[in-house]
């Protein structure tokens, strides 16, 4: 336990090292990483293989906090090594000191490495029953646990934004379709900016079985849709919910749309009509934990 609590005030002591440099200060790439990440290894949370590759401040710091993680090697710029070092330090990790060049030629000129590439293990993967077990140690008195739910959402940057939306307003969990999703990946876990530490993300086979599994388990679902009846505003706020968002352009399935106890739109009196899907979240997480 005193390790925890050391290891949160050396965490606050370079938060705001991190914020200064979220844009890339190290001298490293600043473009947006592509959609599949060109040559990016697989990595942040459940990906592919028995290695992942965590790259970008935020979420490499995130990474070496979460003592759930089986690290395996980090290679930094000085800079980055100078920002990360309290924290590279309680890992007991030899950290690999390359320039910005180098660690830009390992993922591809693509990724915004921000000067930290870590590799690890993946977490272990939680399953739609760990969501229970959150919603039967919610505290009644606390804000009753809200679920993201993904209908085949297939960009790794809006996931990673949704993973990290989710993480800010203390989602229990981000449930994804196995299949026609976005992998999660070191993109994914770059734009989640660290949520993929603390947001456990549960990959199902039949996402319609998955929600009648919540809404057994006394999860209201609720399916936000530009068409919906219903605002944000009608959701009964001391349910647990399960928020389900469709994938970029056609939306929910049809499915998915017959297990909804709500289809609801976001209030848009503005000229434009729609949010891209993370933008969305984000406001629906926030009108739902207020």
């Not at 293989?49 to 935020?58: K, R, S, V, Y």
């Not at 959701?235 to 049809?254: D, I, W």
């Amino acid at each position: 336990m005193a390790r925890n609590k050391t290891s949160r005030r050396r965490s606050n002591s370079i938060a705001g090292k991190l914020a200064a440099r979220e844009r890339g200060d190290d001298g490293g790439p600043r473009g947006r990483a592509g959609r599949h990440g060109g040559r990016t290894p697989s990595g942040g949370y459940g990906g592919a293989g028995d290695t992942q590759t965590i790259f970008g401040l935020h979420a490499v710091a995130a990474a070496l906090e979460n003592e759930a993680r089986h690290l395996l090697s980090i290679a930094v710029t000085e800079a980055a090594k100078e920002t990360l070092a309290p924290l590279i330090e309680d890992r007991c990790l030899a950290p690999e000191i390359r320039d910005a060049g180098e660690l830009t030629r390992l993922l591809g000129n693509e990724a915004v490495h921000q000067g930290a590439i870590l590799r690890a293990r993946p977490l272990e993967q939680p399953t739609l029953a760990d969501l229970a077990v959150v919603h039967g140690q919610t505290d009644a008195a606390e804000i009753p646990p809200r679920v993201v739910v993904l209908d085949q959402v297939t960009d790794p940057h809006n996931v990673g934004a949704i993973v990290r939306s989710a993480a800010v307003f203390g989602a229990a969990g981000v449930v994804m379709t196995r299949r026609n999703a976005a992998p999660i990946d070191g993109v994914a876990a770059k734009a989640a900016s660290g949520g993929m530490e603390h947001v456990p993300i549960v990959h199902v086979g039949n996402l319609a079985q998955a929600l009648r599994d919540l809404a057994r388990d006394g999860y209201r679902v609720v399916g936000l849709d530009g068409e919906g009846s219903a605002t944000i505003g009608d959701v009964p706020r001391k349910a647990p919910l399960a928020l389900v968002l469709g994938a970029e352009g056609p939306g929910m399935r049809r499915l998915t749309r017959e297990q909804c106890d709500f289809l609801c739109h976001l209030p848009s009196p503005g000229p434009l009509s729609s949010l891209n899907v993370s933008n969305a979240a984000a406001v629906a997480l926030a009108l739902l934990t207020t």
